[in-house]
């Protein structure tokens, strides 16, 4: 895609779910993770006979969870043709993956224009360009096929002013749990990563081929390199990542493949349960991780666990000549077992959520940037441990 098209995609719009029951995807998130339910599609007498959305934001993160409401091949209950098609869509979807990440949406100009591009170039049309409408006034929308069954939306709606996108009824409701806990710090979405099959991490990076999907060329996206030495660390976990960018930056999708390690790869197992190739992890920034942490961990969210030597290791590593000045107080982080990694242009902070859904799949990120924009690379040695931990538990790490 030339540089001029690709500008035109801005930034993470929202990420959406598809899941066997949207209600209480949507409530785990505003109960435990702090997001405010801000719209929903119900079913209603004339249309959306065939799903039903909610959506959560926290900050400028904007999750939708959607449902398909009954059995599509079901003749007895009545929708449009367009109604099943989607609801088709997700009962696929939850079949082949389980509950996880369906859709990743940018906010674009000219969607039509890079809609146009991109399935000139490998990606293949979902949803052709269409205006929707609704009271609070219009929005362009496009959808294309990412990698896997993941697809990505590209969403124009500067003349939009409902709370989501046209056909959702804004939510003027806030869960009385939300008056119980303090609230959640999060900004935004920082970086979406995929996996991928062994040997495909540099086909859906680059590939110049023609009836296939990369970042490159469909999408215009760049090689985002963040430390000189992001894959000699990767000995640890057996994995291998290329960090793709839009021109901006604002839109970061690292892509990982399984490697070749002693043992069963943490990418290898997710492929298996996921059935294929999906979306690893999301991760969320905060401008305070130790108060979204502790305040999560109140409201029960469970954080992968480091051990006590790993702030051994860092109180070590923090005494280095070019170790930045950690504004927090290391004893929170140890006690909330926060994860600091750091590189020449600052440090950052980070820690993960443990599998949200059934199955060993996707999971969330939290991370606090301070001039660093790496991924953590520094942890991975003491970070790959712990999950090999947890994949040793479920007998899976043979
Ligand atoms: O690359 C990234 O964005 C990371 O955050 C690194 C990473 C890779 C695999 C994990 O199980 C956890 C973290
Ligand atoms: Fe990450």
């Not at 086909?203 to 030495?229: P, W």
């Not at 894959?231 to 839109?251: G, W």
């Not at 991780?289 to 502790?294: A, R």
């Not at 999560?296 to 590593?317: A, N």
Request: charged share 25%; glycine share 6%.
């Amino acid at each position: 895609m030339p540089e001029h098209l690709a500008e035109k995609i801005l930034r993470f719009h929202s990420i959406t779910f598809a899941c066997s029951n949207s209600k209480l995807m949507a409530e785990y998130h505003t109960g435990r993770m702090g997001f405010r339910p801000i719209a929903r599609r119900e079913m209603n007498k004339n249309a959306n006979r065939g799903v039903r959305a909610e959506v959560v934001k926290n900050g400028n993160c904007v999750l939708a969870f959607i449902a398909p409401i009954a059995p599509v091949d079901n003749t007895a209950i009545v929708m449009s043709d367009s109604d099943r098609e989607e609801a088709e869509r997700i009962v696929n979807h939850i079949s082949r993956h389980g509950d996880s990440v369906m859709d990743v949406a940018f906010v674009c100009e000219d969607v039509r224009e890079v809609f146009a591009w991109a399935v000139n170039h490998g990606a293949q049309a979902i949803l052709n360009p269409t205006r929707f409408e609704d009271n609070y006034g219009s929005a362009v929308i496009a959808t294309v096929t990412a990698f896997g069954h993941v697809t990505h939306t590209f969403i124009e709606k500067d003349k939009y002013l409902g709370a989501y996108l046209p056909g959702y009824l804004p939510i003027d409701y806030n869960d009385p749990i939300n008056k119980v806990y303090d609230s959640v710090p999060i900004m935004e979405i920082d970086h979406v990563v995929g996996n991928q099959y062994a040997g495909q991490m540099e086909n859906v990076c680059n590939l110049q081929l023609t009836n296939s999907f990369s970042y490159r060329k469909a999408f215009g996206f760049h090689q985002f390199v963040s430390e000189d030495d992001y894959n000699v660390q990767t000995e640890f976990s057996a994995l291998k990542s290329t960090v793709m960018a839009n021109p901006n930056n604002c839109v970061k999708m690292p892509i990982n493949e399984p490697a070749k390690g002693k043992r069963l790869s943490q990418i290898e197992e997710y492929l298996r349960y996921n059935n294929g190739p999906g979306v690893q992890h999301i991760a969320l920034r905060t401008p305070n991780i130790i108060k979204c942490v502790d305040e999560m961990k109140k409201r029960g969210v469970e954080f992968i666990d480091v051990p006590t030597e790993y702030y051994i290791d860092l109180r070590e590593r923090l005494t280095n000549n070019n170790a930045p000045r950690i504004k927090e107080d290391l004893a929170k982080i140890e006690n909330l077992g926060i994860l600091v990694d750091y590189d020449k242009d600052g440090y950052l902070l980070q820690l993960f959520v443990k599998h949200v859904s059934n199955r060993p799949t996707s999971f969330y990120e939290i991370i606090q940037r301070e001039g660093s924009e790496g991924f953590g690379g520094g942890n991975f040695k003491a970070l790959f441990e712990a999950v090999e931990r947890e994949q040793l538990k479920r007998g899976n790490l043979a």
